[in-house]
């Protein structure tokens, strides 16, 4: 099984941040990578997906890149709706794995 | 509008059995492969199960082999996951996802395992 290490697990930032999350993967999976936002009591929301494409309707302040295993989502000019908690998740090969999550907390 | 719409989850006893279902809806769902993703309470996600637009193939987690099936009835719009022979630790929100990149998430249905 391909497993996704994400770091930090918990952050901490300012409104106005710019932050970048990181998700490794054990082996290779090209680009087939996608990232997740989840409020509390919500269902996970579709951000990013072959590692670096927006999903339609998520703004340009969401952006992914890399390719193989190290892999990074940077959110630009935090604002109070996107502290939340944001999942990797590769589909190169089955079983499909998810990271454990990085919870973006407000300081 | 893009819609995926999980029921079925309840109260369940160990080794008991339960059905859910996903009604999908905005797009053309036999034109996709189709998952479920699981999260329990508290916890992180955890994929469950894929099934391709033809039915074939299907891949299950091994936790999950043997003891749940996943269907899917494209005239229907629907997907369906028979959950058999459940532990207390299948306690989890079941989420109904279009395809392999999780393009789009349904609310979850709510599964108790507990005596």
């Known amino acids: 099984d391909i497993h996704l290490t994400q770091s930090p697990s918990s952050l901490s930032a300012s409104v106005g941040d710019r932050v970048t999350l990181t998700c490794r993967a054990s082996?290779?999976?090209?680009?087939?990578l996608a990232w997740y936002q989840q409020k509390p009591g919500k269902a996970p929301k579709s951000l990013i997906f072959a590692a670096s494409s927006l999903q339609g309707g998520v703004p340009s302040k969401f952006s992914g890149s890399g390719s193989g295993t190290e892999f990074t989502l940077t959110i630009t000019s935090l604002q109070p709706e996107d502290f939340a908690t944001y999942y990797c998740q590769q589909y190169h090969s089955y079983p499909i794995t998810f990271g454990q999550g990085t919870r973006l907390e407000i300081k | 509008e893009v819609q995926l719409v999980e029921s079925g989850g309840g109260l369940v006893q160990p080794g008991g059995s339960l059905r859910l279902s996903c009604a999908a809806s905005?797009?053309?769902?036999?034109?996709?492969?189709m998952n479920w993703v699981r999260q329990a309470p508290g916890k992180g996600l955890e994929w469950v199960s894929y099934?391709?637009?033809?039915?074939?193939?299907?891949y299950y987690a091994d936790s999950m082999k043997g003891r749940f099936t996943v269907s899917r009835d494209n005239a229907k719009n629907s997907l369906y996951l028979q959950m058999n022979s459940l532990r207390v630790e299948d306690t989890a929100m079941y989420y109904c996802v279009r395809d392999v990149s999780g393009r789009n998430w349904g609310q979850g249905t709510l599964v108790t395992v507990s005596s």
């Open positions: 082996q290779g999976i090209s680009n087939y």
């Open positions: 905005g797009f053309s769902f036999s034109s996709y492969s």
């Open positions: 099934i391709s637009s033809s039915s074939r193939p299907i």
